[in-house]
């Protein structure tokens, strides 16, 4: 299976233009957090290293195919002194399938101050799950270099009323270079796993079409992501087929690392055929996986 190194491992195919993958995947689309963490890097890539990633807001356009490259066209919208903002688009076939703005900042000095971590057993006290919390499922075969340590209490999802939270340490379960970039793209790409299942928790087990839509994350101190972070995750709204999430990122010290942001889809389903075998990024576990309401 492709590792990280491999998956942010872009071509340059022109001034500002990269090329990235294809990438094998099980899914029929293309992970969200892979195009925004591939995009990352393309912008990155534009800029001197003495600035670093700290926030971006993307939107996914269309459904990536993962067995086909993509383009990353970055547009330099600013070059500032302490400030600099790029624009990219990702590409298939000529058409926009992501598209993210990206600011970047050589640092400052000024206030600090953070909320607490939530008071949560230590990932070593957890044992290693390769399920999808709440769910009873696999994790797709492209995630099996991300070790993931779920927080006891959001497996008992698909109860009404649940609360619409989870909580999980994770981290790549290999060493990455010591490149502040590479880390920003990892935890971009982590950013986007399982976050909209916590907005599938207090609902029963009803066919949903569910996808990424917009993705917006704050990098707000140093990390990395070959360490475990405990991502907290929680839906304030689902409502007209669209749920609002939002996490937090701590690493084991309790310092606040990340912050994150998402719309997702989740409208009921209507059946359609599925093409070429690839399972979609269906948010419908089957019924014998899931825990008895009563
Ligand atoms: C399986 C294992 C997973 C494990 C499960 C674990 C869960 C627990 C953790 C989750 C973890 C994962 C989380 C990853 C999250 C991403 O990575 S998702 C990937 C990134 N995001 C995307 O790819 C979204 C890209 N954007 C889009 O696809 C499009 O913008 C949108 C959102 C579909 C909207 O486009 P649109 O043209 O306005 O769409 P629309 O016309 O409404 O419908 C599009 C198609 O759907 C059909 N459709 C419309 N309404 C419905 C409906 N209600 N029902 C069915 N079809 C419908 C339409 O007929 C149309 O069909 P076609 O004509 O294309 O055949």
Sequence with gaps: MTGLPEVLALDETGPDRFRSGPIPSEWARTFGGQIAAQSLMAAARTLDRSYSAHSLHGYF???????????????????????CTRRVTALQAGEAIFTVTASFHRGDEG????????????PDDIPESD??????????????????RWVPGGERGHVPGAPACQRMWIRYGRPLPDDGAVHACALTYLSDMALLGSARLPHPPTAVQGASLDHSLWFLRPFRADEWLLYDQVSPSAEH????TRGRLFDTGGRLVAAVAQEGLMRFDRPRPTEGGDREISLSPPASTVPDPR
């Design 241 to 244: 087929g669209r749920a609002l």
């Design 111 to 122: 206030f600090s101050h953070q909320v607490d971590m939530p008071a949560v057993p230590a």
């Design 61 to 83: 356009l269309r459904p990536g195919r993962p067995h086909e490259p993509t383009g990353h066209l970055v547009e330099r919208l600013r070059d500032g002194g302490s400030f």
């Design 131 to 148: 399920r999808i919390n709440g769910w009873g499922m696999p994790r797709p075969a492209e995630w099996s270099h991300w070790e993931m």
